[in-house]
């Protein structure tokens, strides 16, 4: 049998697969069923790690908020959005959550301003867990659009260099500096001139070396997610071209 008869006849007989594309148009991601689930957990571990903050954890030598279980899974959520989606539908993604957030949050402060029922006896217990001065609230708010918006940037970039190689260089590499520039905002504005240099720097430490180190430790599930979703979805997505404006949300690319 001849080379051109042995592969007419693996294209016979082998299943059709959609080609991958560079991009999907707005509309077609937004009723992507896989897309509204990526969207909904990175929506969830964002609000639940601003609740889950209020409390201080210290396993070994690590002290950190309790937001460190579930906020690294948003970065890596965010990986994946840019990975498979490219840059400017992560960008609606960030948006989204930090309005999800603010509306959050915006309703547990008004709570907690309201009058309470004179047999509810737990206000000051709430107002402890859930009172936030403007100051945490304005540290947080900068923190995540700086930290989220960098890391897609890096990551979208890197793809681009590494001609889409190398796919843990991206999600490790994003999250160094994505993380960093988190806990250093976070950190600056919310404490600086209320605790020693030495407190403030092991804060930001702390949490930039654990958020990194959960990022790594999920490196292979970001991997079989990722594949996954390229797959099934047929895309790929390079960010050619792409505006890379925080503020363009309008823009397809």
Avoid at 11 to 35: C, D, I, K, W
Avoid at 164 to 193: N, P, Q
Avoid at 215 to 229: D, I, M, Q, R, S
Avoid at 232 to 250: H, S, Y
Wanted: proline share 4%; charged share 15%.
């Amino acid at each position: 049998m001849t080379d051109s008869l042995v592969s007419s006849k693996i294209a016979q007989n082998s299943t059709p697969r959609s080609p991958r594309r560079e991009g999907l148009a707005p509309a077609e991601v937004m009723g992507s069923p896989y897309f509204l689930v990526i969207v909904a957990l990175y929506v969830t571990c964002l609000i639940t790690a601003n609740i889950l903050a209020v409390k201080i954890l210290h396993v070994g030598p690590w002290v950190a908020d309790a937001g460190t279980l579930t906020f690294p899974v948003a970065y890596i959520v965010g990986d994946i959005l840019t990975e498979v989606y490219g840059y400017a539908t992560a960008r609606r993604v960030i948006w989204l959550g930090f309005l999800c957030n603010l509306l959050a949050v915006g309703m547990i402060q008004l709570a907690g301003v309201m009058p309470a029922d004179p047999s509810w006896d737990g206000g000051d217990a709430y107002n402890r867990i859930f009172g936030s001065t403007p100051r945490i609230l304005v540290a947080s708010a900068c923190a995540y659009l700086v930290g989220e918006f960098v890391n897609s940037y890096v990551l979208a970039r890197m793809k681009v260099l590494t001609k889409g190689r190398f796919l843990w260089t991206r999600t490790i590499g994003s999250t160094i500096v994505g993380e960093g520039l988190d806990s250093t905002i976070f950190v600056m504005i919310a404490f600086a001139g209320t605790m020693s240099g030495g407190i403030l720097w092991q804060m930001i430490y702390t949490n930039w070396v654990l958020k990194t180190a959960y990022e790594t430790a999920f490196t292979p599930v970001t991997y079989l997610v990722v594949n996954k979703l390229k797959r099934i979805e047929g895309i790929d997505a390079f960010d050619r071209g792409t505006n890379f404006n925080p503020l363009a949300v309008g823009a397809a690319r």
